[in-house]
């Protein structure tokens, strides 16, 4: 029973190397950085670190000093997982919030075809105005 609970932890210890060879956070090194920031207050980073993690962004205000002014971000970052798998994610964030996209993302299932006719008759077919049912 030790013999085989001493080989687990071996194994463990071997497979958790394999997955990132650094022993915390704090000792991963920074391989690449770019940080840009312009006047207009657009702006452009991006970094990679020693353990695979990539990460980009631009970002840029939108529709300046008008009543529809808004700031804008897109980019994308990735990551191996503690499977092995890597994994991306591509995003925008803007008026409409925040979007993201990425295979291992979850969604929702399609809306049924009985709902969606529905949907088209009633926006096909609004009720009169002032009337009460």
């Known amino acids: 029973m030790k013999v085989s609970i001493v080989l687990l932890f071996g194994i463990l210890a ?3 190397q394999r997955i990132s060879p650094y022993n915390s956070l704090k000792d ?11 006047v207009d207050g657009s702006y452009r980073y991006n970094y990679e ?5 990539r990460a980009q962004e631009d970002g840029f205000l939108k529709n ?6 808004a700031q804008v971000m897109q980019g ?10 890597l994994y991306t994610i591509t995003y925008i964030a803007d008026e409409n ?6 295979a291992h993302i ?18 096909a077919h ?3 105005q002032g009337r009460n049912y």
């Open 97 to 102: 919030g925040y979007r993201a996209q990425g």
């Open 126 to 128: 609004p009720e009169p």
């Open 28 to 38: 991963v090194p920074i391989i690449k950085y770019n940080n840009e920031q312009n």
């Open 49 to 53: 670190t020693g353990n695979g993690i």
């Open 76 to 85: 994308s970052y990735s990551y191996t997982g503690p499977d092995g798998v």
């Open 64 to 69: 300046k000093g008008s009543q529809l002014e």
């Open 14 to 16: 071997v497979n958790s």
């Open 106 to 123: 979850p969604t929702p299932p399609p809306i049924p075809k009985a709902i969606q006719d529905s949907i088209a008759y009633n926006a």
